[in-house]
């Protein structure tokens, strides 16, 4: 049996249990199955639980939190040191060497006088030309197809927008989702599934575009509307409980009517 490590160092000492783990010989069996392919939904997920621990204020969790998507990190370096391709020392100094190179305000000669909108552009005048280093020449080259949908959309959207392929006005979006809304309308009618789902996300991505141009985070707005439907139909389910009732043995309206207490109760 191995020896626990016990490296001074906890960053040291974590990537010395993840080797451990790995070892053909001695470690654990599960953890020597994985790859990048079966560990990317869980670091994803790990991602998504420190988003929503920040949403919930729940800062007595997020050092935990942040401890399991750092060791998601950490596995995925060991995969690639277990192939050769590079270990973790070799993320840690990609990513402290592009921070310098993206901060020439701080690390370099340029000057810190300048607003945080000037900042944004530099980054992104940087970030193009390290696409160009790397042959991606296209305006969407680099935005990552695994990102979550709604995501990918802002970002491909963004890129649009910098070569002018935008909207110049909010109005102008807002009649798009009136057409696209229309669309999905007239396509559940009579059209093929696989129709109503092309059009269901052509208005998704114009929701999309709207949220940005409107300056809002689309997927922090949606969280919060999950957060406070899930708070209003809890206060529903609690409320027909008083009542010694499930949501099955009531109704709509019935339902609908304790919601709309719920919200003048300013849940």
Not at 62 to 88: P, S, Y
Not at 151 to 159: M, N, P, S, T, V
Request: aromatic share 6%.
């Amino acid at each position: 049996m191995p020896e626990t490590p016990t490296h001074a160092d906890p960053m040291q000492r974590l990537v010395a249990i993840m080797r451990a783990l790995r070892d053909p010989a001695t470690g654990c069996p599960w953890d020597i199955e994985q790859d990048f392919g079966t560990i990317a939904p869980y670091t994803i997920e790990e991602a998504y639980e420190v988003a929503d621990t920040i949403e919930r204020e729940a800062w007595h969790e997020l050092r935990g939190e942040l401890g399991d998507l750092l060791l998601q990190v950490v596995f995925h370096a060991q995969i690639a040191a277990d192939r050769g391709l590079f270990d973790f020392a070799d993320v840690a100094e990609d990513i402290g060497q592009k921070m310098i190179d993206r901060h020439p305000h701080v690390f370099g000669s340029e000057s810190r006088d300048k607003s945080a909108e000037q900042q944004t552009r530099d980054w992104e005048a940087i970030k193009a030309a390290e696409r160009a280093a790397k042959a991606q020449t296209g305006t969407l080259d680099g935005v990552a197809v695994g990102l979550p949908a709604l995501l990918r959309a802002l970002k491909l959207q963004k890129r649009a927008a910098r070569v002018g392929f935008d909207w110049p006005e909010t109005d102008q979006v807002l009649d798009k989702i009136t057409e696209e809304a229309r669309e999905v309308q007239e396509a559940a009618r009579d059209l093929p599934h696989e129709k109503i789902e092309e059009e269901m996300g052509d208005l998704l991505f114009v929701m999309a575009n709207l949220a940005r141009h409107m300056k809002v985070d689309p997927e922090a707005a949606l969280r919060r509307a999950n957060t406070k439907f899930t708070r209003r139909f809890e206060w529903i389910e609690a409320e027909l409980a008083r009542m010694a009732k499930r949501p099955e043995d009531s109704d709509l309206a019935e339902m609908d009517m304790l919601w709309n207490a719920a919200k003048k109760a300013g849940l």
